[in-house]
Every structure is written in C-alpha cells, then in structure tokens.
C-alpha cells in the first residue's frame, strides 16, 4: 500500500490516537497536516520527526476545531501547500464528565461543536476538491459510544452518535465519486483524554482510580485490555488503501468487545 503523493489532514493530531493517525499515514507516504494543541516546542519535534523519520512533508495549523471560520482557513491553506486534501480524518475531540443537571452549558456546547460540528465544516470545505480528484476518503474517530451510551458524558455520547449519522450521510451522498467515508469507533485507548477523566468519574461515582479503571473503564470491554492508539492508526491506513475502496458508511469497531454486549 502506498500513499505518496496523497495529502493527509488529520485533526488533533499532536496527540494519542491522531498523532498515530498522522504517523500511520505518514508511514505509507502520505505528506501530512498536523492539527491541535500543545506545547510550540513539543509540536515542532513531532512535525519535524515526522519529516524525517518518513521522507514526508509535515506542516501544522493551529486551527480550533471549534470554530469554523478557523477551519475553512486551515482546509483552504492545505490546499494551497499541497494541491489538495486527499484524505480528512476529523479526530480532535473532548470529554466532560457531569450529571446533566450540573452539565455546564459551555462544556456542552465546545463538546459538541469539536467532536461533532467541526467534522461538517471540515468535509464542506475539503469535498469539493476531492470531487475535483475524483478520489477521496474521509475517516472520522466516533467511538463505542457512537453505539452505546454511559452515564455522565451527555455531550461525548450525543456527538458521537451524531458523527455516526453524519458519516453515513455523507458516505451516500459520496457514494459515486470515490470517495469513502467511514468511522472508527475504539474502545478504551489509554491516551491523555482517557487519563484527564479518571479524576472526574472518581468524583461522580465516589471511587478511588483504581475503582475508575477496573469497574468503569475495563469493566466496559470483554478482553480487559486498553486499545492502543496503533491499532486504531492500523485500521485508518487501511482504509485510505485501494483494499478499502467498497468500504463505505461504515462504522468500525476497535472496543475488544464492548459493542458486543
Ligand atoms: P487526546 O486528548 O490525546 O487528543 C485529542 C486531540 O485533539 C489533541 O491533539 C488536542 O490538542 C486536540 N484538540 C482538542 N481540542 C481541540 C480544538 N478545539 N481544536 C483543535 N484540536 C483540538 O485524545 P484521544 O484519546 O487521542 O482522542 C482522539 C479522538 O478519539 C477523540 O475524538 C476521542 O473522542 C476519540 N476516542 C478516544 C477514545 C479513548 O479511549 N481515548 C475512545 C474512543 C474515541
């Protein structure tokens, strides 16, 4: 499988799952944009190891996935760099953990609007180009709870089902213009935004980490093993491959058995 010559966006992607993403695709040739936070100095070592680790070419925007005006620039701007978009990956993602009635307002509005809205503004931006190439595939990072639901994380729940619905609409409308669009959905993958809720589950159900860990978090998945980030980046190069090409509107599964149940 080879990507030279594509172009990669990848959103959040200066960390866990999106930053394997970017590696993975990276990996089969593909240059790439590399969106999210972070540290400046942090950033630059991955963009740069990136070049040099792949032979690729590496660029990062800045962009807030949670404004729209922001995320057409960054689209228009890969275009401009690399001709076009070839693959979009629409990863960066929040959490917050809250009963509804104490759910604060701007937590679900920013959740909704990273997790789900900017997945539309993205793909209105960067489909015109790919129908222009006649060849596209746009992967987006739902999750198990794209198919089921837990208590505490409205926002995360009702975003990730939505991204499951915008996928498959856009995977028919998409249909006969060779390009694909599909969602994965992990499990538990130990990364940052795993970890950063631990302290909040332990405040709303009143257990220690270890509680959180075993009884939430491994509780939900059968194998009792976290996903990796590189299995998730594994299935994305996949599905940019030609092996792929009739896979579409599809919602993935990497949860060790969890959406089984
Ligand atoms: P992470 O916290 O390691 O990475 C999130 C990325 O999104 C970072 O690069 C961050 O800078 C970026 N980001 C956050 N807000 C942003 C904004 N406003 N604009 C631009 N970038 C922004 O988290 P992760 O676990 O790698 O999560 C990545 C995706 O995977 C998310 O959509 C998440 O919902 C999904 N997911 C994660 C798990 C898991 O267990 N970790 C499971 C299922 C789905």
Redesign the pocket.
């Known amino acids: 499988m080879t990507l030279h010559s594509k172009t990669a966006l990848v959103?959040?992607?200066?960390?866990?799952?999106?930053?394997?993403i970017a590696r993975g695709l990276a990996q089969q040739g593909a240059n790439v944009v590399i969106?999210?936070?972070?540290q400046p100095d942090a950033i630059e070592k991955e963009r740069a190891g990136i070049e040099a680790e792949f032979g690729v070419r590496a660029v990062y925007s800045?962009?807030?996935?949670?404004?729209g005006d922001e995320i057409a620039a960054m689209v228009a701007q890969a275009e401009t760099d690399f001709g076009a978009v070839d693959i979009l990956v629409?990863?960066?993602?929040?959490?917050y953990v809250s009963a509804i009635e104490e759910f604060p307002v701007e937590k679900w509005d920013?959740i909704i609007?990273?997790?789900l809205s900017?997945a539309f503004h993205t793909m209105r931006a960067a489909i015109p180009g790919m129908k222009k190439k006649g060849w596209g595939r746009i992967i987006n990072?739902?999750?198990?709870?794209s198919l089921v639901a837990s208590p505490f994380k409205a926002a995360?729940v009702a975003a990730?089902h939505g991204i499951a619905g915008l996928t498959k609409t856009a995977a028919l409308e998409l249909a006969t213009h060779k390009i694909t669009v599909n969602c994965i959905?992990?499990?538990?993958?130990?990364?940052?935004?795993?970890e950063?809720q631990i302290p909040d589950t332990m405040k709303a159900r009143g257990m220690t980490k270890d509680q959180v860990i075993e009884e939430v978090l491994l509780k939900a998945q059968p194998t009792k093993e976290?996903?990796t980030?590189d299995q998730?980046a594994a299935i994305a190069a996949f599905l940019c491959s030609d092996a792929a090409s009739q896979i579409t509107g599809a919602n993935l599964t990497v949860d060790g058995g969890w959406t089984a149940q």
Do not use: C, E, R
Not at 35 to 38: D, I, L, Q, R, T
Not at 62 to 67: C, F, I, V
Not at 90 to 95: E, K, S, T, V
């Open positions: 959103t959040g992607s200066t960390s866990g799952i999106g930053l394997a969106n999210g936070f972070g800045g962009a807030d996935m949670s404004k629409n990863n960066a993602g929040i959490q920013q609007a990273i997790n900017s990072t739902a999750s198990a709870h995360y990730k959905s992990p499990g538990y993958v130990w990364t940052p935004l795993v950063a976290f996903v980030v998730v």
